[in-house]
């Protein structure tokens, strides 16, 4: 299980946030270009961690949230019902 799973209410049996079926990538997608965004700000601005509130007492740090945007895309092209080419795999490989 991952540090994220018990934030997230609604997450499919794979691991991609899962909202609606209408537009379903439009939210995975989302968070992890989010995520990504937010972790090269706190790297930039040295901001070691975050929290999700008050209730919340857990730290996350930019690490924390590249990790759970390659989740989403990894998890995406897991099960992704096109053809992709090793490129775009291997691009989230690493």
Same mark, same amino acid.
């Given at each position: 299980?991952?540090?994220?799973?018990?934030?997230? *209410?609604?997450?499919? @049996?794979?691991?991609? $946030? !899962?909202?609606? *079926? !209408?537009?379903?990538?439009?939210? @995975?997608? &989302?968070? &992890?270009?989010?995520?990504? $965004?937010?972790? %090269?700000?706190?790297?930039?601005? +040295?901001?070691? /961690?975050?929290?999700?509130?008050? /209730? %919340?007492? /857990?730290?996350? +740090? @930019?690490?924390?949230?590249? %990790?759970? &945007?390659?989740?989403?895309?990894?998890?995406?092209?897991?099960?992704? @019902?096109?053809?992709?080419?090793?490129?775009?795999?291997?691009? !989230?490989?690493?």
């Amino acid at each position: 299980m991952a540090i994220w799973d018990d934030h997230i *209410e609604i997450v499919n @049996p794979g691991g991609l $946030i !899962w909202v609606s *079926e !209408w537009n379903a990538l439009l939210h @995975p997608t &989302a968070a &992890a270009f989010l995520a990504v $965004i937010y972790s %090269d700000y706190m790297l930039t601005s +040295k901001t070691a /961690r975050f929290s999700c509130g008050d /209730r %919340d007492k /857990r730290y996350y +740090k @930019p690490s924390d949230l590249r %990790d759970f &945007a390659k989740s989403q895309v990894r998890t995406y092209i897991r099960y992704c @019902p096109f053809d992709l080419t090793y490129a775009q795999l291997k691009a !989230w490989q690493s």
